[in-house]
């Protein structure tokens, strides 16, 4: 379980995670949630943490990624965004429904990137990558939906390419997102990523991966080291 650290240079945030991350910072509040609740607490004072509310969401809540003061919250039955512009007391903005799937989310100022799998335990055979339209975050709007392996964590890197997790690290350019194109892959298999300025750290079930990447050739991805466990 991560913490997640979307856009942590631009508004203070500290943490880092993946797209499956339980947790996000926004300045002096901490997100977390569980399988059917979101809960702040207050970091005012760093040595006493203290929660402050709980909202219930649902059932099947997984995962949570911030960006800007929003939070993205993905489910195994849809994905759910709130508005933190009051840190104490988030606001339900709107949210979407799917199949039954296991489901990490993240997002930047324009649109949301959806992975549903079939995981054995999340109860369905789905395996697609959704591409929401959510510049009015209060009516996504699903643009593109396309089949893939078994996708799992997701990541950005830069403004132009999404990351995916599937049978190997596929990479997609989203300059236009109601269709991205496949241009790379890194023969990987791994559950999930995080990608800081040009490294990118692939975690899989025996180990963690660091790859330093070109921001000028997409194509020019170098192994720098893998711990195995």
């Known amino acids: 379980m991560g913490c997640s650290d979307s856009d942590s240079a631009h508004n203070g945030d500290t943490g880092q995670g993946g797209s499956l991350a339980v947790f996000a910072i926004k300045g002096n509040y901490l997100y977390g949630v569980d399988q059917m609740k979101l809960n702040v607490f207050s970091l005012i004072d760093y040595e006493k943490p203290v929660k402050v509310n709980e909202i219930p969401i649902g059932f099947d809540i997984e995962t949570l990624f911030s960006y800007g003061d929003n939070l993205f919250i993905g489910s195994r039955n849809g994905m759910f965004i709130y508005s933190i512009t009051n840190p104490e007391n988030p606001t339900k903005l709107s949210s979407v429904q799917h199949f039954t799937a296991c489901d990490p989310v993240i997002a ?95 975690i899989g079930n025996n180990g963690v991966y660091r790859y330093k990447m070109n921001p000028n050739n997409i194509k020019d991805i170098q192994l720098e080291s893998e711990t195995t466990f």
Do not use: M, W
């Open 108 to 202: 930047n100022s324009t649109h949301s990137y959806v992975t549903l799998n079939s995981n054995t335990t999340c109860g369905n055979n789905t395996n697609v990558l959704q591409v929401y339209d959510t510049k009015d975050l209060t009516n996504p709007k699903l643009i593109h939906s396309r089949t893939l392996s078994q996708p799992k964590g997701i990541s950005f890197y830069t403004a132009d390419y999404l990351l995916v997790c599937d049978d190997v690290i596929k990479i997609f350019n989203i300059q236009n997102p109601v269709e991205p194109v496949l241009v790379h892959s890194i023969e990987k298999n791994c559950f999930d990523l995080i990608v800081r300025d040009n490294t990118l750290f692939a």
